[in-house]
């Protein structure tokens, strides 16, 4: 395929809520073109396909022997992805995929797998990794600055559950496998995993029902690491919060809010810095088409998209025992 022709793409289920925002990336994006929709739910996907003037098409095997379509995002419910995304790699199809990436660490490794047999591009959708503020952070650590890092806190949370806006199905634990912790904390996961390593010693996890559903919609997770340092995890949906980092070491510290616009970093015995926030890097979707249109292979993102999915199982696993526990 020349790097002219676009990238026939179908949609995979409008279970998850950024199906649209994946859906209309996909139409937008001058290197894709969105041909069709396939849902569980007839009416759900005949409305987004009629939507975003797309083909719906009831059958997915059907829709997977299609010669036009070359590409799938996935908005399934998490507990469909193995199949969904087995079934779609073995009928060749390159796949852009919501996170989690699957309910368990062995079902994540086989879908890497049968991707790399059967020559698939896999990227997982881990947005934050690419944000500008993000680069900034990873700079500042870089530098040494800070000193030896022993302390990190990274907070995400939103007021779907309070205000209603978040799909009932998003509160079935059997299609979920979670909410605050498993679904909008994977962003707050993968940062502090970056900034502090993506194998802490020891894990603990504390998970709440405000609003009295079957899920959790208030967490926090805690992790520590071989030399003391700390890393804490936050996300809620009951709280319209804002988005915070905050990283400490033993010469200096850093901070950001998504209001701010910049990162505040203060070391010991200078004034506070304030560093612009730079424009973001390509998003895991520009970085999809190309891994397509090149060949190659996005292996950082998989093996973040893998450990956030062993870091996420082993906090529900923690939260469910209530004791702190051993992660390697």
Same mark, same amino acid.
């Given at each position: 395929? $020349?790097?002219?022709?676009?990238?026939?793409?179908?949609?995979?289920?409008? !279970?998850?809520? *950024?199906?649209?925002?994946?859906?209309?990336?996909?139409?937008?994006? &001058?290197?894709?073109?969105?041909?069709?929709? !396939?849902?569980?739910?007839?009416?759900?996907?005949?409305?987004?396909?009629?939507?975003?003037?797309?083909?719906?098409?009831?059958?997915?095997?059907?829709?997977?022997?299609?010669?036009?379509?070359?590409?799938?995002?996935?908005?399934?419910?998490?507990?469909? *992805?193995?199949?969904?995304?087995?079934?779609?790699?073995?009928?060749?199809?390159?796949?852009?995929?919501?996170?989690?990436?699957? &309910?368990?660490?062995?079902?994540?490794?086989?879908?890497?797998?049968?991707?790399?047999?059967?020559?698939?591009?896999?990227?997982?959708?881990?947005?934050?990794?690419?944000?500008?503020?993000?680069?900034?952070?990873?700079?500042?650590?870089?530098?040494?600055?800070?000193?030896?890092?022993?302390?990190?806190?990274?907070?995400?949370?939103?007021?779907?559950?309070?205000?209603? !806006?978040?799909?009932?199905?998003?509160?079935? &634990?059997?299609?979920?496998?979670?909410?605050?912790?498993?679904?909008?904390?994977?962003?707050?996961?993968?940062?502090?995993?970056?900034?502090?390593?993506?194998?802490?010693?020891?894990?603990?996890?504390?998970?709440? *029902?405000?609003?009295?559903?079957?899920?959790?919609?208030?967490?926090?997770?805690?992790?520590?690491?071989?030399?003391?340092?700390?890393?804490?995890?936050?996300?809620?949906?009951? $709280?319209?919060?804002?988005?915070?980092?905050?990283?400490?070491?033993?010469?200096? !510290?850093?901070?950001?809010?998504?209001?701010?616009?910049?990162?505040?970093?203060?070391?010991?015995?200078?004034?506070?810095?304030?560093?612009?926030? &730079?424009?973001?890097?390509? $998003?895991?979707?520009?970085?999809?088409?190309?891994?397509?249109?090149?060949?190659?292979?996005?292996?950082?993102?998989?093996?973040?998209?893998?450990?956030?999915?062993?870091?996420?199982?082993?906090?529900?696993?923690?939260?469910?025992?209530?004791?702190?526990?051993?992660?390697?």
């Amino acid at each position: 395929m $020349s790097d002219e022709t676009p990238l026939r793409v179908a949609v995979l289920s409008f !279970w998850h809520v *950024h199906a649209g925002d994946y859906a209309g990336t996909a139409a937008r994006h &001058p290197g894709t073109e969105l041909v069709a929709v !396939w849902d569980d739910d007839a009416a759900r996907g005949q409305a987004a396909a009629e939507r975003f003037g797309a083909a719906f098409e009831p059958d997915l095997d059907a829709l997977l022997a299609r010669d036009d379509i070359d590409a799938v995002t996935i908005t399934t419910a998490t507990s469909d *992805h193995r199949d969904v995304m087995v079934k779609a790699a073995r009928a060749g199809k390159h796949i852009f995929t919501e996170k989690l990436l699957a &309910p368990t660490v062995a079902e994540a490794e086989e879908i890497v797998r049968v991707c790399d047999e059967n020559g698939v591009k896999l990227i997982v959708s881990l947005p934050r990794l690419y944000h500008g503020y993000t680069q900034v952070v990873r700079d500042v650590l870089a530098s040494g600055r800070l000193g030896a890092v022993n302390y990190s806190r990274v907070r995400l949370s939103h007021d779907g559950a309070v205000a209603n !806006w978040l799909p009932d199905h998003f509160y079935v &634990p059997e299609l979920a496998f979670g909410l605050a912790l498993a679904d909008l904390g994977c962003h707050p996961v993968y940062l502090t995993q970056l900034f502090l390593g993506a194998q802490p010693k020891t894990i603990a996890a504390t998970y709440t *029902h405000v609003t009295g559903r079957p899920v959790e919609d208030n967490a926090v997770v805690t992790v520590t690491y071989d030399g003391g340092a700390i890393g804490v995890i936050e996300a809620g949906v009951v $709280s319209p919060d804002p988005f915070l980092i905050e990283i400490g070491g033993t010469t200096g !510290w850093l901070s950001y809010s998504e209001r701010d616009g910049h990162v505040a970093v203060a070391v010991k015995g200078n004034e506070i810095e304030r560093i612009p926030v &730079p424009d973001d890097l390509p $998003s895991a979707f520009d970085q999809w088409v190309e891994h397509i249109r090149r060949g190659t292979r996005a292996d950082d993102n998989l093996a973040r998209a893998v450990e956030l999915t062993r870091l996420v199982v082993a906090a529900n696993h923690a939260a469910e025992t209530g004791v702190k526990e051993d992660y390697r």
